[in-house]
């Protein structure tokens, strides 16, 4: 843009902040989503307005290729909802969005509408040659001190003594250590809501939102999220932005002024959610029991979004797609999945792919049952016709076999243990995508995976091994790869959520540079980031057939392989050396000879029994 042109565009935006300055009456609390964008794929856009007295006004606009096509009256006179639509061939710019009564200016808003920095198919989302890193940002690093209290917040008390409380850890305490993560071998962050959450208590975990288009203070600014993605970017590391459609924090501003009666579900008429998140799939369920999943309060402070109201559910469709466009995003995590009405999801996650093809969302369906959860799967062809856009669903059916596997002693009639996740995979028949699931050990909901395997070093490591190894994409929750662990604590979200050592000046402990970790924790610390290193380097595990073998006494075998490389997994639960004979899997490794085990380059011949060492996963390239 030359001197001169830029010199008017900051010429104009100056007189459409005058004129409102001059002329307005009402003052605008809210215009959502604030600013938007030329080039989208969808030319339409609903802009929402809040301000006393604004729905007894009528809004104009006057900017080549952008039209209103029509005005919504809320239930409240405090909210307009503008239909605008948005020419494919509108120039970026600022134009005047004024509100006017009986001809008067009323009040004017400066609406940006900003060119597009990436094309909409270059924005790309997580894949199975990804491992996402999953962070509490309260509880990871404090990059700066000086957000920790922000005046006139609800909750401004720091003590990292309270498990419940707020500790400070930021956006800037993620920027600092992105080195740490990428070094490590990630390739994607998953922070949870960074979003504000005004509430008087836990507001740290920050899955109570009180504004859909703000970053919480105590956190950081937008410019500090915007400076994250790009620099996470910059160093081959993608952003996930934890969702959250399904319920607000009960300080959301608009609870004081609803917009429509039915803007959220009615506490009295639904009471809280029954958590039957079967009656989505089932074909006998009452609809008393589904309008209690879907409409009932998922806790006294979050007040339940009625999506069914359309104004509601085009505005968080906006918003989702407001923050890919914002940020670049690299994926979207979508809390509580099943939990809104599955038409909006539907349409929800439809829009999001539709605008951008190559993005990934996963849902957050926490069941047990493989049915379920295959269910919400982009391509699954299910009974009742129910078609949806969501590329991964996370695979808690496989976090539950995976415990089972390591923990069960093993039986003759091949019932427990280490059958457990063979059998698993077995049900891979009823997904769409089996690909594309999220694996895991554990995440900020449930124990640490270590505290799950009773402290056992040998097993957790067995555990994360797996995951890295097997079919799907692999997330790991900050702190796995030390040991952190909640034993004592079950069930203790705050304790889950403990602070990493090493993010807080004047640790003792700093896992990001080894200093004070015990050597156990630095062993495995060094082999993860060997073994996730390696992982990058190796498309065999990302896009490989998976074949595997019945379990023998607590050895687990399996294999991933492509035309040009095969990796075999040999799983050991037992207490001692077993020596593993090769010619039971003749049908993939005939005519081949050597093998070089990954994290110790033990090489060995596979006409002679393979040591495998007592309650390990060995990784071997066959040569």
């Known amino acids: 843009m030359s001197k001169s042109n830029l010199i008017a565009r900051f010429f104009l935006l100056g007189i459409v902040l005058c004129q409102a300055n001059l002329y307005a009456q009402i ?11 030329v080039g989208m794929r969808n030319p339409a856009l609903q802009i929402l307005v809040h301000g006393a007295g604004i729905g007894a006004t009528t809004p104009q606009v006057q900017y080549p290729g952008v039209k209103i096509v029509k005005v919504h009256r809320a ?3 405090n909210y307009l909802f503008i239909d605008l639509l948005i020419d494919k061939n509108v120039k970026p710019g600022t134009f005047s969005l004024e509100f006017k009564k009986d001809g008067k200016m009323q009040a004017s808003y400066p609406y940006t509408l900003a060119a597009r920095a990436i094309p909409a198919d270059q924005i790309r989302g997580f894949d199975a040659s990804d491992v996402v890193y999953m962070i509490t ?3 990871f690093a404090n990059g700066n001190p000086d957000n920790d209290v922000v005046p006139g917040m609800r909750e401004t008390n720091v003590d990292r003594k309270a498990p419940g409380g707020r500790h400070g850890g930021d956006i800037q305490g993620m920027i600092d250590h992105l080195d740490y993560i990428a070094d490590m071998g990630f390739t994607a962050i998953w922070p949870n809501p960074l979003l504000e959450n005004d509430m008087e208590a836990y507001s740290y975990h920050g899955y109570s939102i009180t504004n859909h288009y703000k970053v919480d203070p105590r956190f950081g600014t937008l410019d500090d999220y915007k400076a994250l993605a790009t620099k996470a970017r910059a160093k081959g590391l993608k952003l996930i932005f934890d969702g959250v459609i399904n319920h607000i924090g009960l300080n959301y501003w608009w609870m004081q002024d609803l917009p429509f009666k039915n803007w959220v579900n009615s506490l ?22 589904k309008n209690s999943m879907t409409k009932g309060w998922f806790a006294p402070t979050m007040p339940d979004l009625n999506a069914q109201n359309p104004f509601l559910a085009t505005y968080l469709i906006q918003n989702s797609i407001w923050w890919i466009e914002t940020l670049h995003l690299g994926g979207i995590r979508q809390d509580t999945y099943c939990y809104s009405d599955k038409t909006f999801l539907q349409n929800w996650s439809c829009s999001v792919m539709q605008e951008y093809p190559n993005f990934s969302i996963v849902g957050e369906e926490w069941t047990l049952n493989p049915l379920i959860a295959s269910y919400w799967q982009q391509g699954k062809k299910n009974s009742d016709g129910y078609t949806g856009c969501l590329k991964s669903t996370m695979d808690f059916p496989l976090q539950s076999s995976l415990v089972k596997a390591l923990k069960e002693p093993e039986d003759p009639n091949f019932s427990k243990g280490m059958s457990n996740l063979y059998e698993a995979l077995a049900n891979d028949i009823v997904y769409a995508n089996p690909n594309a699931l999220l694996v895991f050990g554990d995440n900020h909901d449930m124990d640490r995976i270590f505290t799950q395997l009773d402290q056992d070093y040998g097993l957790a490591r067995m555990a994360l091994t797996y995951l890295l190894t097997i079919r799907g994409i692999p997330q790991v929750y900050y702190g796995a790869e030390i040991y952190m662990d909640n034993t004592g604590y079950p069930g203790n979200h705050g304790v889950i959520r403990s602070d990493f050592p090493g993010g807080w000046k004047g640790d003792a402990v700093n896992a990001f540079t080894g200093k004070g970790l015990l050597q156990v924790q630095q062993q495995y610390q060094d082999y993860l980031k060997k073994l996730l290193n390696w992982r990058k380097n190796n498309p065999v595990i990302s896009n490989g057939a998976t074949l595997h073998f019945a379990p023998v006494k607590g050895v687990y075998v399996y294999f991933r392989h492509n035309a040009t490389k095969t990796v075999m997994v040999v799983m050991n639960k037992n207490e001692d050396v077993v020596n593993v004979e090769t010619k039971a899997f003749a049908e993939i490794l005939h005519g081949k000879t050597t093998a070089t085990e990954i994290a110790t380059r033990i090489s060995v011949r596979l006409k002679d029994p393979i040591p495998i060492f007592p309650k390990s996963a060995m990784v071997f390239e066959i040569d």
């Open 75 to 77: 239930d409240s006179k």
């Open 27 to 37: 003052t605008l609390n809210h215009v959502e989503p604030g600013n938007w964008w």
């Open 137 to 139: 940002p309260d509880r």
């Open 268 to 289: 009295d008429t639904f009471g809280y959610t029954n958590h039957r998140r079967t009656v989505n799939e089932d074909p006998y369920a009452s609809q008393a029991d």
